[in-house]
C-alpha cells in the first residue's frame, strides 16, 4: 500500500535588492531583457507596441525643454524602492545631482513624479504600481492612459484601513488640456502634443 506524502507549500523565491544587483553584474539575463524587481519578485515587463513608443518620444521632446534647468528627466531608467522594488518607469523627473545619478539609482526623497505610460499595462499600473509608488511616499503619480487618452494624476500617498496603499487625490485631464507640473510652477505640458487625433 502507498503511504500519502503530504503536500508542502509553494513559495516563490524572492529577491533583495542586493540578489537582484547581483544577478545584472553576473549578467544572468540576456540583453535586452525587461525585468524589473517589484516586492522582492522578478517581474517581465510588458512588450511596447508602436503606439506607447510614439507617445514616450512625444513625451521626451516635451519635458527635456521643460525642465531643462529644473530637474533631470529619466527615461526608461529605474529607481530604487525599499522593500526590495526596483521598478523602471517610463519617466522618473527627479532632483538634479552634479553626477547625474552615477553612483546610486534615484529614492524615493530624490524623485518628484514619476510617469508611466499605459495602454496593455493600463490595469497593472492602476493597481500594482500604483500600490508601490504609494507605499514609497511617491507624492506624485501620473498615468498617460492611452486607452481612455486621458492623463489620470494621482496625490497625496496614503496608507488604507486594510492596510492597502493608495492615492487619496485622483485627478483627469483631457488630451486638449494642460496641466501645471507638480512642483513646478508655472511649467506647463500641453496634453495635446502627447495625445494624437
Known sequence: MFGCVPMTAVTPKRFTLNDYHRLIDLKFFAEGDRI??????????????????VCNTRLLYELLPLLRDCALVRNQGPVILPLDSEPEPDFAIVRFRDDLYLSTHPYPDDIVLIIEVSDSSLDYDQTTKLSLYAENQIQHYWIVNLVDRCLEQYSEPYQKATGEFGYRSKHI?????????????????????????
Open 36 to 53: 524589473e524587481l517589484i516586492r522582492g519578485e522578478l517581474i517581465q515587463m510588458a512588450a511596447k507596441g508602436t503606439p506607447h513608443s
Open 173 to 197: 485631464s483631457l488630451r486638449h488640456e494642460q496641466v501645471e507640473l507638480p512642483n513646478f510652477s508655472g511649467i506647463l505640458l500641453d496634453l495635446s502634443k502627447i495625445f494624437w487625433s
